[in-house]
């Protein structure tokens, strides 16, 4: 039977406000060695964790990130009320310098960084880059670059991304003729995608597959017998519960 590794989508949102720094630090806890997290950039530059291009969701406020500047959301709480209620709300918007600080003290784990579009659009591909790429120096050795874009990808690579990875937004003969062409280290796709009857095994390539967004260890394995590599879970611990998903970071470390 194949054993996908797992991949904490936006840290450990089934206990933890997403994107957060608690969720990251109890990701690595539970024994994660891949967590994912997305992107923004603040209308002065300052990259942040954050995946939606609003503050409604997570912080209960209006207006765009990419509009504002850091000093006005500086300490802002995103400990997303309408999940959480009034708990958690010592959790403030992070910066990308804040997670850097953490993922440094925790060489074993790889970081899937995801750049958010809506940033892209606002700053243009090359600034958000520069940004990026020297936001996480630190730890730019362990981080994969991810993103739908695949132009800024192409850049990530020639600016020294060690690693990129591509979210497909359909599985069809054009995706996959693009996958080829880009050849990225990682494909990421929703398994909601693949087809429902009679799935076919996933692509084969130079890639590894992440399919996301699974809770259910029955579907993580049937999803490996089609192929991936990796599962992507917003509950990192309850799926590291199981023995076979255990095992897998055993094997590998």
């Not at 999940?83 to 850097?100: C, E, I, Q, S, Y």
């Amino acid at each position: 039977m194949e054993i996908p590794q797992l991949v904490a989508h936006r840290g450990y949102p089934r206990r933890y406000p997403e994107n957060s720094l608690e969720g990251i630090e109890a990701a690595i806890q539970t024994g994660a060695r891949y967590i994912e997290f997305d992107v923004q950039i603040t209308a002065d530059g300052v990259p942040v964790l954050l995946h939606d291009v609003s503050l409604m969701r997570t912080a209960g406020k209006r207006g765009r990130v990419i509009n504002m500047d850091f000093e006005k959301i500086s300490g802002l709480c995103v400990n997303e009320p309408g999940r959480f209620g009034k708990r958690h709300r010592k959790v403030t918007l992070p910066t990308l310098a804040d997670a850097v600080e953490i993922l440094r003290s925790a060489p074993q784990v790889t970081s899937f960084v995801e750049i958010k579009e809506e940033s892209l659009e606002k700053h243009g591909r090359e600034k958000v880059l520069k940004t990026l790429i020297a936001s996480l120096a630190p730890i730019l050795g362990h981080c994969v670059i991810i993103s739908y874009d695949r132009l800024v990808l192409r850049a990530a690579r020639a600016m020294g991304a060690k690693h990129i990875g591509w979210i497909i937004r359909a599985m069809n003969e054009e995706s996959k003729s693009q996958a080829t062409e880009l050849v990225p280290d990682y494909l990421f796709c929703n398994y909601t995608k693949l087809p429902s009857k009679d799935p076919a095994p996933l692509w084969h390539g130079p890639w590894q597959w992440v399919l996301y967004e699974v809770t259910r260890v029955k579907l993580a394995l049937e999803l490996a017998a089609l192929g991936a590599d990796f599962i992507e879970t917003m509950a990192i611990g309850e799926m590291l519960r199981n023995e076979k998903l255990r095992s897998r970071i055993a094997l590998e470390h």
